[in-house]
């Protein structure tokens, strides 16, 4: 047998028999299902995503839903995920589906390719498990399995390299009728056995095969890119409360946390003025280190007491919500975790000196 039918044979086989088959967006054709997968799996784990797809699902059931919702309620049922991109990128796409092409996803990895937040792994794997067509997936889980078993040393973040691994990505399809079988069993093979440290090789179908496995050189492919230490940041976070509830602002539509609910980030003695409000006390709290993918930021929560709610409000930017309704708001992790803990900090402050 040739390279490409031993490869995809062995791929296919062990999918059927040890592959994953009961993830929830699973044994459907529903491109809409598969899309919102794909989306959130990106830079995410299957565990996490479970309950978020499926809350997600419960609210939008179909690409016309989704379109039709406010920003602010899809960020909201984003919120805790990350990457907050990729969520304005599905409710822009679902607008795009709508508006170009009559509610119906095109039926080719091409076409989805053209559309808000669809690069071409993910427009592959759509086309792939959707209408099975032939169009090869290169995640990371991919070119991790790609690299170990064909022994490809080069950094496969450089543009040189990543065409080549393409190339034999292209180069190993099965027929149309096994694409989706092949497809997810590529990815459960790198999600499960080929992971990134201790690889379970012993119970890989392509153990035979593998240069790396044979040469013992696992732990050193792929190629790991040098990577300068993540620089950090420090911002202020105001937590502006009366003890029932909390003010809370909408980030700008482009940056991090873009669209979401968050504490004002700005100094006390210049923005506390402008809120009309009367300040009671302002107290500092422990720091919070949040871990971006480019960067480090370091969080200065200060509790700001005030005796009511602000009275100077401008609509839209700001919002003034009680402490149950801010903490399932559409807010990020760490604004979630001061959130969560600030009854207790409230309560705890009479006995903190003031900043």
Same mark, same amino acid.
């Given at each position: 047998?040739?390279?490409?039918?031993?490869?995809?044979?062995?791929?296919?086989?062990?999918?059927?028999?040890?592959?994953?088959?009961?993830?929830?967006?699973?044994?459907?054709?529903?491109?809409?299902?598969?899309?919102?997968?794909?989306?959130?799996?990106?830079?995410?784990?299957?565990?996490?995503?479970?309950?978020?797809?499926?809350?997600?699902?419960?609210?939008?059931?179909?690409?016309?839903?989704?379109?039709?919702?406010?920003?602010?309620?899809?960020?909201?049922?984003?919120?805790?995920?990350?990457?907050?991109?990729?969520?304005?990128?599905?409710?822009?796409?679902?607008?795009?589906?709508?508006?170009?092409?009559?509610?119906?996803?095109?039926?080719?990895?091409?076409?989805?390719?053209?559309?808000?937040?669809?690069?071409?792994?993910?427009?592959?794997?759509?086309?792939?498990?959707?209408?099975?067509?032939?169009?090869?997936?290169?995640?990371?889980?991919?070119?991790?399995?790609?690299?170990?078993?064909?022994?490809?040393?080069?950094?496969?973040?450089?543009?040189?390299?990543?065409?080549?691994?393409?190339?034999?990505?292209?180069?190993?399809?099965?027929?149309?009728?096994?694409?989706?079988?092949?497809?997810?069993?590529?990815?459960?093979?790198?999600?499960?056995?080929?992971?990134?440290?201790?690889?379970?090789?012993?119970?890989?179908?392509?153990?035979?095969?593998?240069?790396?496995?044979?040469? $013992?050189?696992?732990? +050193?492919?792929?190629? =790991?890119?040098?990577? !300068?230490?993540? #620089?950090?940041?420090?911002? /202020?976070? @105001?937590?502006?409360?009366?003890?029932?509830?909390?003010?809370?602002?909408?980030?700008?539509?482009?940056?991090?946390?873009?669209?979401?609910?968050?504490?004002?980030?700005?100094?006390?003695?210049?923005?506390?003025?402008?809120?009309?409000?009367?300040?009671?006390?302002?107290?500092?709290?422990?720091?919070?280190?949040?871990?971006?993918?480019?960067?480090?930021?370091?969080?200065?929560?200060?509790?700001?007491?005030?005796?009511?709610?602000?009275?100077?409000?401008?609509?839209? $930017?700001?919002?003034? +919500?009680?402490?149950? =309704?801010?903490?399932? !708001?559409?807010? #990020?992790?760490?604004?979630? /975790?001061? @959130?969560?803990?600030?009854?207790?900090?409230?309560?705890?402050?009479?006995?903190?000196?003031?900043?």
């Amino acid at each position: 047998m040739s390279e490409k039918s031993t490869f995809a044979a062995a791929i296919v086989a062990w999918q059927r028999q040890a592959g994953r088959h009961d993830l929830p967006w699973q044994n459907t054709r529903d491109p809409y299902r598969i899309w919102l997968s794909e989306i959130m799996l990106q830079q995410t784990q299957v565990a996490t995503v479970i309950p978020y797809y499926q809350r997600f699902l419960a609210s939008f059931p179909d690409v016309a839903s989704l379109a039709a919702a406010p920003v602010e309620r899809v960020l909201a049922h984003w919120a805790g995920l990350g990457y907050y991109a990729r969520a304005r990128n599905l409710h822009r796409c679902a607008q795009e589906i709508m508006a170009v092409h009559g509610g119906e996803f095109p039926r080719s990895a091409a076409q989805l390719q053209s559309l808000s937040g669809i690069g071409r792994s993910t427009a592959a794997a759509i086309a792939a498990f959707a209408y099975g067509e032939r169009a090869a997936i290169l995640d990371g889980n991919v070119k991790r399995v790609l690299c170990r078993v064909f022994a490809i040393a080069e950094d496969v973040s450089r543009a040189a390299a990543e065409r080549a691994l393409w190339q034999r990505a292209e180069s190993l399809l099965p027929a149309a009728e096994e694409m989706a079988s092949y497809t997810q069993g590529l990815m459960d093979l790198g999600a499960t056995l080929c992971t990134r440290r201790q690889p379970a090789c012993a119970r890989c179908p392509l153990a035979d095969s593998c240069v790396a496995q044979r040469e $013992e050189r696992q732990h +050193l492919l792929p190629v =790991a890119r040098s990577r !300068a230490k993540a #620089p950090e940041r420090q911002a /202020t976070f @105001l937590l502006i409360s009366d003890g029932q509830g909390v003010l809370l602002e909408r980030r700008p539509a482009r940056g991090i946390w873009g669209g979401l609910l968050a504490f004002p980030e700005a100094e006390a003695a210049q923005f506390l003025p402008q809120l009309g409000v009367e300040v009671q006390a302002v107290c500092s709290l422990p720091p919070l280190r949040h871990v971006f993918t480019h960067f480090v930021l370091q969080i200065m929560p200060q509790l700001c007491r005030v005796s009511a709610p602000p009275s100077l409000l401008r609509e839209g $930017e700001y919002c003034w +919500l009680p402490f149950a =309704a801010a903490a399932q !708001a559409g807010v #990020p992790a760490p604004v979630r /975790t001061l @959130l969560t803990s600030l009854p207790a900090v409230w309560a705890a402050a009479d006995q903190s000196p003031p900043a």
